[in-house]
């Protein structure tokens, strides 16, 4: 599938704590052998909306669906200026973090976005 945009600014971005993707195995001698399958540390970002009417969560939920939850990767042009100095950056929203919740008359939810290494 190819790269879809995505505009919508959020309220706040916080990054969190880099993840090394590291391969556990059992060695002949039952020694576990830790293996970095990546020299460089996946990027994650908790990203925060809040105060979003109906309409800005449907906008929402239609880009998260064409997604297809995480599985593709997406162009997100709009992060804030104290991150990456505002430049575009690729990558995936993670599955399973997606936290709704609707308030008197608006929807906040927080949800972490991995760049693409």
Avoid at 29 to 42: F, N, P, W
Avoid at 48 to 75: E, I, M, P, R
């Amino acid at each position: 599938m190819g790269v879809r945009d995505f505009d919508m600014k959020p309220t706040w971005v916080e990054p969190e704590e880099p993840v090394y993707n590291v391969l556990v195995t059992d060695s002949d001698g039952m020694k576990r052998e830790h293996i970095l399958v990546s020299t460089t540390a996946v990027k994650r970002y908790k990203v925060t909306y809040s105060g979003v009417s109906d309409g800005g969560y449907t906008q929402f939920l239609n880009h998260f669906n064409s997604c297809y939850g995480g599985a593709y990767y997406f162009d997100w042009n709009s992060i804030p200026s104290y991150i990456e100095s505002g430049a575009t950056q690729r990558g995936y929203w993670v599955s399973g973090t997606w936290k709704p919740k609707v308030e008197a008359r608006s929807w906040d939810w927080t949800i972490t976005f991995e760049v693409k290494n």
